[in-house]
């Protein structure tokens, strides 16, 4: 095992240590560098992730879907609780917003900007361009010869809509896929095909026209682990962004979505090194550095909700105490706030049929061990200067 990994299970160990503790204040092990316990400190208090993230000038916040916010009236006052962001699941993607060609529809992503805006919730939108969540007419309508006008036209249209009311954009989701061998690592997406790899830069000046005040955020998956696949898309990132900069391209954030375990047997890949050497890399060309989607996949974990929980939350608790580290990280968002709405349920099921665990509320709302382990990485992270988290 390489000098800088931790080994895992000694941390489930120490997480199930915490769990032991039990009510109130909870107590955990730190960790040396070699996963030895160091330190007993307490976690007290029951202040939210929100007010936990905001003593530090951090954002947490997650995504949700307008269904589940509309009609849950128990998830949506846990969320105005415990987060100070939202983003729209999948309420602003092309398939939704765009069903028509010649027409947008608002509706939804207008109720959840307006539930932002009532209880006092910053905004997000994601994605302006994507390889993925198409309408159907796309395909016969899109052409080499159109591509850049509807690109630019449905930037326009939507960021323009929301500009003045969101915080950042992810102006460009997914770009990377090393697989299909381009040059850069870039994504065979319609987007390439049509317009080249210049469509990136295209797309980000659109934003930053249409929407002058908001973030712009290069989001994408696969930059967590140190194995030979995600170097190679850390590389790509890394190339792209510093080629973004050296253009002027107004780009401002690397959204990192962090979405963990996705193929379950990552554990052991965790190398805090090589994700603080990445996000240093990320901050040195002056970019900020956000976490968009973070959850963490437990199809493969074991069945026993205490075991799996402990896992859950020392993923989180891994990756997060990493990130936040980092002066240039301004917030974290998970990819939603309870394990009653998640999008794993459908994408990562497990074979045994038990509900899936991999947020920080369980689905009665109750706080779980993932709550306790992002709580922590935010009480431990250091200060920011206020105001670090807008545009300056
Ligand atoms: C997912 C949503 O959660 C699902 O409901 C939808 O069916 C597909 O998209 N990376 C992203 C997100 O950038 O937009 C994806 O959201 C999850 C992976």
Redo the contacts with the bound molecule.
Sequence with gaps: MPKNRVPFGRRAFLLGLGVLAGAGALAVADRSEDGTSRTTLTMSGEGSLRERATRKSLIYGA?ARYKTLSTDSDLAASFVKECAMLVP??ELKWNVIRAQPNSFNFAPGDWMANFAKKHDLLFRG??LVWYK?FPKWFESKVTSQNAEKMLVEHIEKVAGHYAGKIHSWDVV??AINIEDKNPDGLRNSPWLKFLGPDYIEIAFRAAAQADPQALLVY?D?GLEYDTPAETARRNAVLKLLERLKSKGTPVHILGV?A?LLRRGNEMSDFNPATVKAFLDDVASMGLKIMIT?IDVTDEKLPKDVAARDRIVASAYEDYLSVALENPATIGVLT?GLSDRST?LTKNKPRADGAPVRPLPLDAQLNRKLAWQAIARTLDKAPERPSQHQTRT
Aim: charged content about 20%.
């Design positions: 995504a699941e999948n994601t994605p969540s989701n997914e989001n998956y979505q979405h989607e990819w999008w």
